[in-house]
Structure formats: C-alpha cells, structure tokens
C-alpha cells in the first residue's frame, strides 16, 4: 500500500502548473501504484476555504478510496471544521504562512479540539510556521496527530526539525518538497524512528512520481520503506493496515495483531 499524505488540485497565482486537475493525478497514482493521496484544494488554500473544501469533497466522491480530503481551515475566517468521521475526510489542513497566523496563535485552538488529524505546513525559519512552534503545539495537544508538512522545507533544518519533535510522538514528518532526497528521508528515520515519517509528494505543485522516486529508491530497510510509504499513514487515519514486513501481520510472524 502507497498512501500519498500531501497533495494538492487546482490551481496557484503564481506557480506553473501544467496537469491541475484529479484526472491527471489519478493516472500518475495508477502508473507508480500510489493507493490514495490526501489532497486540499488550493481555492481553499487560498481566497475561499468553504468553496475550495466543498470541491474537494466533490472530487474525492467523483474517484472513490483515491482521495482523502485535508480541509483547510482559515484561522481569520473561522472556517467550519468536519465532524470525525466525516466521509472522505482525513483531517485539517493549516496553511500558517498563506494565511499569516503563526502555528501557536491561539485562533488555531478550534482546529486542536476537533479531534482530527493535522496537516500544516511546515518551515524553518518562517515566523509562521518554525518547526519550533510544531513542538510547542504538540506539547500543548499531545493528543492531536500533527503532520508537520515539508519537514521545514529547506535541507539545513531538516535534522533540527527531527531533533526538535523527537520527544513529542504525535509529531509526523511528511517528506514532500523539491528540496528532499531519499539519503535525507533516510536520516530522518535514523533520526525519529521511521514509525514517524510520511510519505508525501505535494503534487500537484510537484510530480507524485519524482517524490514517490525519492522513498521507493531511498536506503532504507524493507520494513521502515513499508511504514513511511503507507503503513503508517494507514494507522494513523485508522484504514486497513497493509502486511508490513516484519510486523505481526506478516506471514511467519510470531504473533497476530496490530503493531504498536
């Protein structure tokens, strides 16, 4: 099972890209064997969450189990947040820099309490969104799965965003950017435990199967590849665990269950 975490359709202001719309990803999911990819529509993203996350719950009916849904939530605006459980929904997607609202800033404190999983984005250095400001949310929210998109995006504060979230596990580093390399996604599992990276790929900003290319090529043990590529996503949002190699549910294994 390859489970994106990080996608994207539509379109950006200022940003080339040549296949927006879901027909395109689904046949580059299909050609690399990418199961489902979590997308947020970038209207939403942008100048109109209600009608960008309503398109994208359309879209994700439109390919059913090819999409899960991000829906973003705009901190100024108070965007109405999905009920768990909500179908086709994954989680919440924060964008803080697009919408200049730091990742602590208490107008995120609706989000934190919707039970759901969270994907922001995520990078060094930003006043809005420093991987030290993932740290200082998950220590307040221990409860609330964070994905903390890009890793902090630019290579020189990938160690330190592992470093920083070491001690907070419902801290996820998602490994999507231009910047990211299979040798990094590599060390972030040496450094956090591969049981704490993503796989993501932000198509369609990127192609799925370049940042796909990054984790299917990566040094990596079998077993830690299977995690980042979808096992753990899967447990994460609760879908049917794919067989892992070496985890309980593998044939041989010793014991019968769901891994920790």
Known sequence: MILDAHGHVGTWPDFL???????????????????????????????????GNATALQIAERFPGRFGVWQVYNPHHRTP????????????????????CRLDD?????????????LAHGQTDSP?????????????????????????LWPYGFGRAARLVADHPNVFLETCGSKMTGRWIARLAALAGAERVLFGSDACFLDV??????????PLADADRALIQGGNL????????????GSPESPGSPEKGHPA
């Open 17 to 51: 890209i040549p296949h927006s719309a879901a027909e395109h990803l689904v046949a580059a999911m299909d050609r690399i064997g990418v199961t489902a990819m979590g997308i947020s529509h970038l209207l939403a993203v942008g100048p109109d969450a209600v009608r």
């Open 81 to 100: 947040l999905p009920a768990e459980g909500a179908r086709g929904v994954w989680g919440v997607k924060l964008h803080p820099d697009v919408h200049q």
């Open 106 to 118: 208490p107008l995120y404190e609706p989000v934190w309490r919707c039970g759901l999983p969270v």
């Open 128 to 152: 809005w969104s420093d991987p030290a400001q993932f740290a200082a949310v998950a220590a307040r929210h221990p409860h609330v799965p964070l994905l903390m998109g890009h890793t902090g």
């Open 209 to 218: 199967r370049t940042g796909y290319g990054r984790v299917a090529l990566a």
């Open 234 to 245: 899967a447990r994460l949002l609760g879908l049917p665990l794919p067989d892992l190699p």
